[in-house]
């Protein structure tokens, strides 16, 4: 997990494109994005699709203006990302197990696990560049240091919030498992972009928006 290079986010986000279209194909052949009973008429996904939009602008002011351009394309794009990307895989999980109508809401909610995985090794990368040069320390090795700095943090966040999540699942019914899905899998997406995806996303992004507030 500490051997971060330039050819890891690539092939993650191939895999995460796949998965994308993937889910979009079955939401609009109608076999995908199913809802238990009439929650699909309940449900409306055009202002899901703008909130998902807000959030990830949200993101990226909020980096951009705390830090710095780099920071804020870089966590404003994993927030496009793994929201899209777990939607896709709700939508393909639905087709086994129907969602209810509170789907988007925890959809949106799963920022939260992105947010806690993600810019933990993003404030590490920026502190790192920012009390070392590039000489003393490349972009390369500040990701691998802020993954390894970081590993710690997020795993305690993983727990404790998968054990939040199974103790919903298995104290509801079938309705109540199938809305802790989206938040599972925003759990695992959020962990999987943040150590496939952010490190390098950030190194393309400081070696062109380098320049520092």
């Not at 990226?60 to 496009?80: C, D, E, H, K, Q």
Request: aromatic content about 6%; overall charge positive.
């Amino acid at each position: 997990m500490s051997n971060v290079n330039m050819k890891s986010a690539p092939k993650a986000l191939y895999l995460s494109l796949l998965v994308i279209v993937a889910g979009i194909a079955v939401a609009a052949a109608g076999i995908g994005l199913k809802f238990l009973g009439s929650g699909r008429e309940m449900v409306a996904m055009d202002a899901l699709y703008i909130s998902m939009a807000v959030t990830v602008l949200v993101t990226f002011i909020f980096g951009l203006v705390r830090y710095s351009l780099a920071v804020g394309l870089t966590l404003g794009a994993v927030a496009l990302h793994d929201q899209l990307l777990t939607l896709a895989v709700v939508a393909l999980v639905s087709i086994a197990l129907p969602q209810t109508v509170v789907m988007p809401v925890m959809v949106i909610f799963s920022i939260v696990f992105t947010y806690c995985q993600s810019w933990p090794i993003i404030r590490a990368m920026h502190e790192l560049r920012t009390a070392n040069s590039q000489r003393d320390m490349d972009n390369d090795q500040i990701a691998a240091a802020a993954v390894r700095q970081t590993a710690g943090l997020r795993l305690v966040a993983v727990i404790m919030a998968a054990l939040l999540i199974i103790a919903g699942a298995v104290s509801g019914n079938a309705a109540l498992v199938g809305a802790m899905v989206p938040l599972a899998v925003g759990l695992i997406v959020s962990f999987y972009s943040a150590v496939c995806i952010i490190p390098s996303l950030w190194m393309m992004c400081a070696a062109r928006f380098g320049k520092r507030k």
